[in-house]
């Protein structure tokens, strides 16, 4: 996954010595069913049944559900806001990381620590805050409430930490003396930054661009609010499937689950796998 | 206490890291494991000490059968080439947590630990953090830590390996002093020959995963068990086929029964040393001279002198 | 100057996004001064509300914690078959959506499912109660403790460890007084991260809690009946105390990540 801890083949001191190594293999196994009954009992069975439940009236089914025009809408409207929320992400979260790293003025501190607010804040505080600035009586007298414009919003509200926070390690760690280098070599700042800079922070970009996809996709709280959930306008995937949940329709509402994982999970291993490659070619 | 590896032999994967390894180390000696990095010398220490388990073989301390003991009953004391600081605690807790562990009365531990800083002269750093010291306060705090236990013997994975060079050329003297003030039986993994020949008493060249030679410094030196060991120990040359030391090659300025021509190709001053590279029989090679010896001739770039063999450093195969 | 430039778009961005919304509802919240904020909160709703938050999340994190240490240990420190499939699967939480995880804890352990059902003649009801709520949270705050403690115990490395074993220490006394200690920063950071995102859940909680009022009613879920319900003084003031506790759990976070570095 994109966010896996890389982990090491052989890490020193996984063989443990003599009666520790039995020991230690004892207390082991006691961890490790500990794990994954508890990942089991609460991450991989009831995803298995969300699956299972999805096919359990067969292909034609699923994709008969996955079709019904009420769905079929919500998951169109969410996959063109993802990317775009992607994409807006990508520009905006790099720039902003690069102004975190690369500039100084009075409040960098302050605007470092805000951004991680996203992730802290409840997502229906943040759809509320949203509507309070950009709602019916909106301060700026920009509506944006019950409008395809405000979920974006809302999108872009939750995933902001995303790219800009996979980026700036990357942007501190890059060695300045590259920069110098190629500037020594003639290259202007933009050729610098376009051949030398970006390069290296593609694989990260990725990465964080990637995960504010899958996070649009399965972004439920926030849009709840500003959204109004209207069928065919503004109606995400998530709400979608909360609905049929609550008109016990589950099988359906199966069906649209397993596809946005399906989606997810695509998309996060595709990055993942283009950041291997990058990795090993760098 | 004395220590005795039989037959040890250890695999990781498919990488022979130890293969059918067999040393004795005489009680209370201190005796240095040297060899290149990769050569197997840490994963041996490894073994003596418990860190890991040898895929077959023995190992025995004092008399007994240590291999199935873990490490924590082995009563080793285990010096990391990176310390290995406990960081959350002072210099002092550090030196006393295998007191703590044994459960020594308090005022027994505090007499003892004080004790072992002063050894180590770190008494007035008592209440500092690892974080607080240098590289070399560091690892005599480590020293102390490992020492505090009694350990029946002291094993060092290249103890000064982190350490800048003046620090290390210190430290060398001062674990020498210490060992003959302590006694305790020491092993230390190195890979600077310089080192080995400073300190030990007793010298394993271990290399390709086997032991190349055993014995005091100066035997080794001079009386290396094969051209590795040779090269290993101290600077080579080459003189009509065979390795030779090259401060053991004379240069002369005419012919004699058993010399052979050479030219000078250049002349480089070092100080007190003086070296010259020398194109013999189509073949490089070079000769340690003292600068007396080298005004004696007349070495200029294109010269001819004459080189003979001196004295007797040559691998002994067998020995 | 193109550096400035740079500089003015990234903060009227995130000023426009975060800041001036953040903003707004801060002064919404107090518009009419204080007294109606504190009499918004303390209706016995209100108050119930946030006591069945902090029961939640405080099982949910207690778990996860145990959970996440002992993952970590394992993933770091150990080689088993399976290592890297754990690992993965560790990370899935993050790609499924609040609603999904409702409906899938209500695919096993609703009344109408085998377990579920095997449950429910046992006297335990699962969904649409407090262990259900649990569930759901403890789902989507998954991965955070394992995700903060496993570079640190990667980073530490194992020498100091192995220093203790040599120096007597058992295993279990090595975890306590070595490992322990040297990750505690790392554990703290994912705690308070853990609490922030239990807190704060919504999707998942609405699907299995039921929304009941005064029984399995969250303060997320509070803020929105309310909000539904044109009652926006009690919305905006429970939002805002929500708002409040992410901003203290952000500066506990910086502090820990620093504490951590040190």
Known sequence: MAVGLPLLDDPAGAVKPGRVRNRGAAARRGGLSLVTT???????????????RSQSQGWGHFIHAIQAPESWAAVKLTLVLAVAVALINLVMGTLIAWVLVRDTFPGRAVLDTVIDLPFALPTIVAGLVLLSLYGNNSALGVNLAYARSGVLMALLFVTLPFVVRT?????????RDMEDAAASLGAGALTTFRRIILPNLVPAMLGGTALAFARSISEFGSTVLISGNIPFKTEVASVAIYNQIQSDDTTNAAAVSTLLLAVALVVLLVVDLAQRLAARRG | MSIIVRNVTKRFGDFVALDDVSVDIPSG??????????????TLLRIIAGLEQPDSGTVVIDGSDATGTPVQSRNVGFVFQH??????????KNVAFGLEIRKWPKDKARARVMELLELVHLEQFAERYPAQLSGGQRQRMALARALAVEPGVLLLDEPFGALDAQVRQELRRWLRRLHDQVHVTTLFVTHDQEEALEVADSIAVIAGGTVQQVGPPDELYDAPANDFVMSF????????????????????????????????VRVVRLGFEIRVDLLIEGEEAWVQLTRSTAERLTLTDGATVYARRAAVTVATAGA | MAKHSLRWVALAYVTLLLLLPLGLVTWRTFEHGLSPVIDALTTSEAGHAFQVTAVVSVLAVVLNTVFGVTASVL??????????LLNAAIDLPIAVSPVVVGLALILVYGKFEPIGRWLDHRGIGIIYAVPGMVLATVFVSLPLVVRAVAPVLEEIGTDQEQAARTLGASG?????????????????????????????????????SGRIVGQTQTATLFVQERFENFDQPAAYAASFTLAMTAVVALVLTRYLRLKGQR
């Open chain 3, 172 to 208: 279990f006394q090595t975890f306590r007084r070595i490992t322990l200690p040297a990750i505690r920063a790392a554990v703290g950071y994912g705690v308070v991260l853990s609490l922030a995102r239990c807190i704060g859940e919504f999707g998942a909680v609405a699907v299995v």
């Open chain 1, 38 to 52: 508890y990942l089991s009992l609460v991450v991989l069975l009831p995803l298995a049944a969300v699956v299972y």
């Open chain 2, 233 to 264: 120990l101290g600077p080579v040359t080459r003189l009509g086929g065979e390795v030779v030391r090259p401060h053991d090659i004379d240069l002369v300025a005419t012919p004699g029964p058993d010399t052979v021509e050479a030219t000078v």
């Open chain 1, 167 to 175: 980026v700036q390690p990357v942007l501190l760690e890059l060695d």
């Open chain 3, 75 to 84: 993933l770091v420190r150990h080689e088993f078959p399976g290592r890297r």
């Open chain 2, 83 to 92: 310390y290995a600081a406990f960081k959350h605690m002072t210099v002092f």
């Open chain 2, 29 to 42: 000696s201190l005796t240095a494991l040297l060899g290149p990095s990769g050569g197997g010398k840490s």
